[in-house]
């Protein structure tokens, strides 16, 4: 994919690349592809994904863009992921990011170091005119890259899911072939999947209907919001349900486990100064006070330990994958639910 043209004074590159459209499946596999395109011992360390949406991720998004990559290979290059960037409607947030912009271009200048930031909108571009005063900033330094992903085509995958059932030797009704296709977003992988479990019981005689299918599916799509939410309550047979439906769904296991550590990373801090009083945190932290009182109330009832090695268990295991330890996607799948049923216990991973 491209990466713009690096300063002639400084060998920097600094790029920022916008995809944008209402079509939700094809914004998500671009997206997906583009984070798999990275090199692993970058995604690992220096490498950050942020939903915008999420109020609580925008100091996250910032201090990312202020901190320079670690130091591999020629050209050291930081990640910054920014989902959902059209739900940005706060002038000051806005004002923050392109602050947050020119302090990456500052750090990146002369030092041969490289900043690469991958925006997300779920609209389409000038839809949204709060973000407009970002997009001159790209605009005008000409780092910009913006991508009109092309309207995901129902027919087309329609086909292809029937192809593919007729591949299986399964007969599904115009109904349930409609509906597969529309729940999984056309996504080949998780239609064989579906296929799977719906083979058996087609052949054994059961009429699936409609609503029985999609249970099935498990139409109820998870985030990664509910996970923390999961963490946060000490609830980790519902954490364990969770992660397994996301990863049914499609999700990579590098890139829910790299999400979970972010979204843990304020609450382990908060953990680890838990004795020094509210203003002292914020000014530590450069957060505002009511973000203190608010993450500190979100804890609940999770014990510090189990924090800390629900973090350890997740760097390690994306460790793991960048030394080759989980081959395949199922062994990361597993691996992945290893360290989320480990961590949340209390335990370490072997």
């Not at 999420?54 to 901190?67: E, G, I, V």
């Not at 000038?126 to 309207?151: T, V």
Request: hydrophobic share 45%.
């Amino acid at each position: 994919w491209q990466t713009g043209e690096a300063d002639e004074d400084s060998g920097m590159t600094f790029v920022l690349q916008l995809f944008h459209g209402k079509d939700q499946p094809a914004l998500r596999s671009h997206l997906l592809d583009l984070l798999a395109a990275i090199p692993a011992e970058e995604q690992l360390l220096s490498t950050s994904r942020h939903d915008l949406s999420d109020k609580l991720q925008h100091s996250a998004a910032c201090r990312a863009l202020r901190t320079p990559p670690m130091p591999f290979g020629p050209a050291p290059t930081r990640w910054v992921v920014l989902e959902n960037i059209e739900t940005l409607k706060d002038a000051a947030a806005v004002n923050q990011l392109d602050e947050a912009l020119a302090a990456g271009e500052l750090w990146a200048k002369g030092k041969g170091q490289h900043l690469q930031v991958v925006t997300a909108a779920g609209d389409e571009v000038g839809a949204a005119p709060s973000i407009k005063p970002f997009m001159a900033r790209a605009k005008k330094r000409d780092i910009h890259e913006f991508i009109k992903l092309p309207p995901w085509q129902f027919g087309k995958q329609l086909e292809a899911a029937k192809a593919l059932a007729g591949e299986l030797g399964i007969e599904l009704k115009p109904a349930l072939l409609n509906e597969l296709t529309r729940l999984t977003g056309g996504d080949q992988a998780r239609i064989r999947r579906e296929l799977t479990k719906l083979g058996p019981l087609l052949a054994s005689g059961v009429k699936v209907t409609v609503p029985q299918m999609r249970e099935l599916a498990g139409q109820a799509v998870v985030t990664t919001r509910d996970l923390t939410d999961s963490i946060k309550e000490a609830r980790p047979g519902r954490l364990l349900e969770q992660a397994q439906q996301m990863l049914a769904a499609g999700e990579k296991p590098w890139d829910l486990a790299g999400w979970l550590v972010g979204a843990l990373h304020p609450l382990l801090l908060l953990t680890a100064l838990a004795d020094q009083d509210d203003n002292d945190i914020a000014k530590l932290l450069d957060w505002k006070k009511g973000r203190v009182w608010a993450q500190r109330k979100e804890l609940g009832g999770l014990e510090g330990a189990n924090l800390l090695s629900l973090c350890t268990a997740l760097v390690q295991f994306r460790y793991g994958i960048t030394k080759g330890r989980f081959p395949g996607q199922q062994e990361q799948a597993d691996g992945l639910l290893l360290a989320l049923a480990e961590g949340a216990a209390g335990r370490s991973l072997s």
